[in-house]
């Protein structure tokens, strides 16, 4: 599976090219919300008016994409949560209203395949459509089932696939309460240094055109892989094997993608993880974007414009990476139990 | 309540439910068709309509040639709702 284009909606203005000039926003809240783009400037107005946030920020991140790709023959998304705020006031009214006559747009907004149904209609593609709800594996799903897509086309295809999440005030203090989220607040410059236990929230939106040949790819995802409720040996037996597979030793993987957090109870994971290749160079990402469910697919995004060797002039995001990588390692979890492993290589 | 204070409060309504964006009651026009018209209107907000009337003003409209001629613009709305409101 090929990578041919890669955009973002999220915390920091990568819908912009001052992203890629250096420019870092800083984060001093319990909660690292997205920098929105002007919607309004490429969605109808008769629809923006009806849209929730993971809608729009997907529609935002996904647009740039359509535009400037030829049509792909479908749509994968993948998100933990979808349209929650929606969700949330819908089942509201339920309570508020007894039970009596709802409004339909709280309910359409709340699915989370609203924004693949949205898509499909805005640019007119019938094609395959499916979105993957799987908590913290919703994106690694998602690619998953775009392998399986393309092992069973004849012809050269592509496809959108991303990830979305939004914040919600509802979903964020039960969170908290279950002590994903850290209590004191934290600026995104200090996030990573912190030990103490939770992380703070994010949102955001990825999204990729992948396709079947490599013709105007520059990378090639050539690996995802999921665990679930690993022991370190077996997480490391697993990147042994999808190196095998790939047919590569520890030294050819030259920069890791981490999705670090600062939460003291599981970083120890992503510390297993570079013990295990010291030669790599490696860079985190929650600091920019926070920790949600699918933030991994800004990982991925993060690996792509490394790859396209996009962000020379960002040294925050580069970490220590020092030069264009040629393949990366792309590794998140999410509460010490759902491991997620993408493997990218460069073409060009 | 004046008519004119009815058009008022229905075309604030009718913002809030829609979420209209940046439209004001006084661009709405009580004559303007609201489907079909500047507005673009579809069906999903007629029912967003019939709940805001059944919310609002306590008005169930249940049969659909009634509502077809209820829900053509402001004036032939607001004059159901001074007609028949509930509460």
């Known amino acids: 599976m090929f990578l041919k284009d890669a955009f973002a909606i999220s915390p920091q203005k990568t819908f912009n090219s001052t992203f890629e000039e250096g420019d870092f926003v800083v984060h001093e809240s319990k909660t690292f919300k997205v920098i929105d783009a002007d919607y309004a400037e490429f969605i109808p107005p008769s629809l923006l008016r009806r849209m929730g946030k993971a809608v729009k920020m997907g529609i935002g991140a996904a647009l740039p994409l359509m535009k400037r790709n030829a049509k792909t023959d479908g749509i994968i998304i993948g998100t933990a949560n979808g349209g929650l705020e929606n969700c949330i006031n819908f089942l509201n009214q339920i309570v508020d209203y007894n039970e009596g006559m709802l409004t339909p747009t709280h309910f359409v907004q709340s699915t989370p395949n609203a924004l693949a149904g949205q898509l499909a209609l805005m640019y007119d593609n019938p094609g395959y459509n499916v979105t993957h709800v799987n908590g913290s594996l919703s994106f690694e799903n998602a690619l998953v089932d775009a392998e399986l897509f393309f092992s069973e086309q004849e012809n050269p295809s592509s496809l959108i696939v991303g990830a979305v999440e939004e914040i919600s005030d509802y979903n964020y203090n039960i969170d908290l309460q279950a002590g994903r989220y850290k209590k004191e607040q934290l600026s995104n410059q200090d996030l990573l240094n912190s030990s103490t236990d939770g992380s703070v929230c994010g949102e955001g939106a990825s999204m990729f055109i992948v396709a079947s040949s490599p013709e105007d790819a520059y990378a090639e995802i050539c690996a995802v892989e999921q665990l679930t409720y690993p022991s370190e040996h077996e997480l490391s037996e697993r990147i042994a094997s999808l190196l095998a597979k790939n047919e590569l030793n520890v030294e050819d993987v030259d920069a890791l993608v981490l999705g670090k957090s600062g939460d003291g109870r599981y970083d120890g994971w992503y510390d297993h993880v570079t013990q295990l290749f010291p030669n790599a160079e490696f860079t985190y990402y929650k600091n920019f974007v926070g920790e949600y469910r699918t933030s991994s697919a800004f990982g991925l995004y993060l690996a792509s414009e490394l790859v396209r060797n996009k962000l020379v002039n960002h040294p925050e995001l580069m970490g220590n990476i020092s030069k264009q990588p040629k393949t990366v390692l792309l590794y998140n979890q999410f509460d010490g139990v759902r491991h997620g492993l993408i493997l990218l290589k460069r073409l060009v | ?87």
């Open chain 2, 1 to 87: 309540m004046t008519r004119e204070e009815v058009i008022v409060e229905f075309k604030n309504h009718l913002i809030q439910y829609l979420n209209l964006l940046d439209t004001t009651p006084e661009q709405i026009n009580n004559e303007e068709p609201l489907f079909g018209g500047d507005l673009g209107l579809d069906s999903i907000d007629s029912v967003e309509l019939i709940v805001l009337l059944d919310r609002e003003y306590g008005i169930k409209i249940k049969n659909p040639t009634e509502g077809r001629q209820i829900l053509v613009d402001v004036n032939t709305i607001v004059d159901y709702i001074i007609a028949n409101r509930t509460k």
